[in-house]
């Protein structure tokens, strides 16, 4: 802890030379969204008791908020600024350049953002400042995480919450106490910008039950901390587009659509390309091709046309636009054909039907290895947090595929 | 006060409030009768947060949600007509499909309130700030204000009320507020408790004109070249009688909030010897701010002036500061093509201003933060700074633009 205050200190002394502090709230747009608020304004409020200046903000661009679709909030907190000054340095944006603390409450986010059309696929750690922290809410280890994320040429800490992505607060859902979870995980890994004082004070006051005040605590004790180095992460494969000059595009704003156009098998549809969604997504689907009694359901209900019809009347699912909604395994009616799974397990979007058909038994064991036994049950908005069914074993694989 | 007497609280708590909060307190505060809804953003957090008051028994109103924001702006004139106060509200392109409401609103001289979030007109469908919108009012009869902070928009949502129902006004008011970076940003204000609200608003009345059984009234007959200019003439002076009304309602507002309104058409910040004056409305001014206490602590003699009310307009009072300095930069958050020397609407609006006076500085506009887009202080000292160099060719400036040079859209023209 002592250790922790000096690094702080030291972090303090800080650009500019002004303690602003800025923290970015990444979400899932609407199953999160009241989440996300209640983080930010519990940060405000909890620094505003201690005597700071705070205030917070969502990105205004994130509305009317989409199902998945990444969104930020922020808050932003000074010591010594008043608020006419500290609302002159960082308030009037639409966007934070940097952030001191980014949290993360879905880590499958970890893969990157794509919040609106030709924004590009970005880096969730694109805004850390070196010696900043980001934070996970996961159940994941620090290393899985940080393997996902860009390489940044600097050493900057990666903070993980033991927890699951949280719908708290959507329409009739459970509260699950993550906002305050994730309240306490701020004051450990940045008690220059709330201490956990001020956070006790801020969920006795706002719900006077110490069976939070005690679930934030054990937040508190429960956050691992490590550090990220210059060589960890990934060389970003995504490009940011570059939007033309004033003078470089046709008048009236008359864009480029995408022509018309399919062919049978694997990307065969034509889609937009400078929005692919697939960043939405914290499940995807796996389809067991050799079970697939070629109904269609799939390919007719999939609401963002994912689904490329094969050759072999089988139906390869693209996974850089699906959303992970999960409408193809609710419809599917084969017992286990199509399943959504933890998207943290895969690190490619490939088209899944091509591996099946290089090798499909060695396809399909691989995919039964990934999926395990447990199966999430895959509604968005369950009302009672994820549901696990467990299995009692695989479906076999059907070499001579399904009816 | 005699010591040992409680002093009485004007302010309720704090609460963290974005800009839409702030007016839906104020709506809740002033007792609003009627309150005319058409979800558009930033409008729909005015709504959401009116309708919790609703739930939670805070508030009494007639919440009417209407087919379009034609019907809604017609059902806030008409309930204002029978006397009961009322809200209504929108922004960018919702705003313009009221425009036939917004006028009859103004020439009925009935005293609703509207907020206009301003966004950027359509198309291509936009959410960010510009400031045409409001702006497209300007002439029409009401009186318009912007609002840079939410305690702001509380207060001035307030403020237009006792504006707009005086008596000797009787003019819808518009609060407008920058869509965004006003109305979504959340910052820590003072609630104020209603009894101190009720001191500073007194109750609407309508007086003789009101539309009520007992007392039949026909509004907006339909007239010829007999009527129509006196009816214009008694606007006119209704609009000149505002300013002073202004000046009297933010005493009130100050005596009874212990607010520091000082000056309620334009704040003034280091203009007193400045050679160079900044002028803007809206949150641009905290950017302004910072830039211009930068460029103090450098020694430039550079102030801003931060205008509220722009309608009426303050002539005399901006003349007065303005004419002292060498040079003024205007920020048009707003177009108004092939306008007088192609330029912004405030750039020509000071120019007037300026005209009778005796010494003219120099007028340099820059047309900035379009659509949302970012005015950072980096962007006001540069324009601080061409408002010096720029010669009399070059009296427009586009800031955060971005440049190219290849022509494609010049080329395309020509196919």
């Not at chain 1, 009037?92 to 924004?119: I, Q």
């Not at chain 2, 301003?118 to 702006?135: K, S």
């Amino acid at each position: 802890m002592t250790q922790n205050v000096a690094e702080n200190e030291a972090r303090k002394s800080g650009k500019e030379g002004m303690d602003v502090y800025r923290v970015e709230i990444n979400y899932r747009g609407i199953f999160q969204k009241r989440l996300g608020y209640n983080i930010s304004h519990g940060i405000v409020y909890a620094a505003h008791s201690e005597g700071k200046t705070a205030f917070s903000n969502g990105r205004y661009s994130d509305d009317p908020q989409r199902n998945g679709i990444p969104c930020a909030n922020f808050a932003i907190v000074s010591g010594s600024l008043g608020e006419e000054e500290l609302e002159a340095i960082a308030s009037a944006k639409m966007d934070v350049d940097e952030a001191d603390v980014v949290l993360v409450l879905d880590d499958t986010m970890a893969k990157g953002l794509e919040p609106w059309g030709h924004y590009g696929i970005r880096p969730i750690n694109q805004k850390v400042v070196e010696g900043g922290t980001i934070l996970f809410v996961s159940r994941r280890k620090p290393a899985e995480l940080a393997k996902l994320m860009e390489r940044r040429p600097f050493t900057y800490r990666l903070a993980v919450l033991p927890g699951d992505r949280s719908f708290a607060g959507l329409w009739y859902q459970r509260d699950d106490n993550t906002d305050i979870r994730v309240l306490a995980a701020v004051a450990r890994v940045a008690p220059h910008i709330v201490d956990m004082e001020s956070v006790v004070r801020y969920i006795r006051g706002k719900f006077n039950d110490e069976k939070r005040v005690e679930a934030a605590r054990e937040a508190y004790d429960s956050v691992a901390v490590s550090e990220v180095s210059p060589d960890d992460g990934m060389v970003w494969p995504y490009e940011k587009p570059a939007l033309p000059a004033w003078q470089d595009f046709d008048e009236g704003m008359a864009v480029k659509s995408v022509k018309r156009g399919f062919k049978m098998g694997p990307r065969g549809q034509n889609r937009n390309p400078d929005f692919r969604r697939g960043t939405s997504r914290s499940q995807r689907p796996v389809i067991r091709f050799d079970t697939c009694i070629k109904c269609t359901l799939c390919w007719y209900d999939c609401p963002d046309e994912c689904f490329d019809p094969t050759t072999d009347g089988l139906f390869d699912v693209n996974y850089e636009y699906c959303t992970g909604c999960g409408r193809c395994a609710q419809v599917c009616p084969v017992d286990d054909c199509i399943v959504m799974v933890d998207e943290l397990k895969f690190d490619s979007n490939s088209s899944p039907w091509e591996d099946y058909t290089v090798d499909p038994e060695e396809y399909v064991r691989r995919m039964e290895e990934i999926k395990g036994l447990s199966r999430e049950v895959p509604s968005p908005v369950t009302g009672m947090g994820e549901r696990i069914l467990e299995r009692k074993e695989s479906v076999p694989f059907k070499p001579k595929g399904g009816k | 006060m005699a010591a040992g007497l409680k002093e009485e609280k004007v302010y309720e708590r704090e609460e963290l409030a974005s800009g839409t909060d702030g007016v839906a307190q104020a709506v809740r505060l002033a007792d609003v009768d009627v309150f005319a809804a058409y979800p558009i953003r930033p409008y729909t957090g005015v709504m959401d947060r009116l309708a919790k008051f609703i739930a939670d028994g805070k508030f009494d109103a007639e919440y009417i949600i209407a087919d379009g924001e034609h019907s809604q702006f017609e059902i806030g004139k008409h309930a204002s007509s029978v006397g009961a106060r009322s809200f209504v509200g929108s922004s960018g392109t919702g705003w313009l499909y009221a425009m036939e409401a917004l006028a009859t609103t103004a020439t009925d001289r009935l005293p609703v309130v509207a907020l206009v979030g301003n966004r950027a007109l359509d198309d291509p469908g936009a959410f960010g700030v510009e400031h045409n919108d409001a702006m497209l009012v300007r002439d029409l009869g009401w009186l318009v204000v912007w609002a840079s902070t939410a305690q702001e928009a509380l207060d001035t949502t307030l403020v237009a009320y006792r504006v707009a129902e005086d008596p000797s006004v009787m003019m819808p008011c518009a609060v407008a507020m920058d869509g965004g970076y006003l109305t979504h940003s959340e910052h820590i204000i003072k609630v104020p408790t209603k009894e101190a609200v009720s001191r500073f608003l007194p109750r609407y009345s309508l007086g003789r004109r009101v539309m009520h059984p007992d007392n039949p009234v026909s509004i907006a007959p339909q007239i010829n070249e007999d009527w129509c200019m006196e009816i214009r003439r008694q606007n006119w002076e209704a609009a000149k009688r505002a300013k002073q009304v202004i000046y009297q309602a933010y005493r009130e507002f100050n005596s009874v909030f212990g607010s520091k309104y000082t000056n309620p058409f334009f704040d003034e910040y280091m203009t007193s010897d400045a050679d160079t004056v900044v002028i803007g409305m809206g949150t641009v001014s905290s950017a302004a701010k910072v830039a211009v206490s930068r460029l103090r602590e450098k020694g430039e003699k550079v102030g801003f002036i931060k205008l509220r009310w722009f309608r009426p307009f303050p002539t005399e009072e901006l003349r007065k500061t303005l004419s002292a300095a060498k040079r003024v930069t205007v920020i048009d958050r707003d177009f108004a093509h092939g306008g007088p020397d192609d330029g912004g609407v405030l750039y020509n609006e000071v120019r007037a201003a300026l005209y009778d006076s005796a010494n003219r500085p120099k007028v340099v506009d820059f047309i900035a933060g379009l659509g949302g887009r970012e005015i950072s202080i980096e962007d006001v000292t540069k324009m601080v700074e061409l408002t010096s160099s720029s010669t009399m060719d070059e009296k427009i400036h586009w800031i955060g633009l971005r440049e190219g040079t290849k022509g494609a859209a010049v080329e395309n023209r020509r196919q």
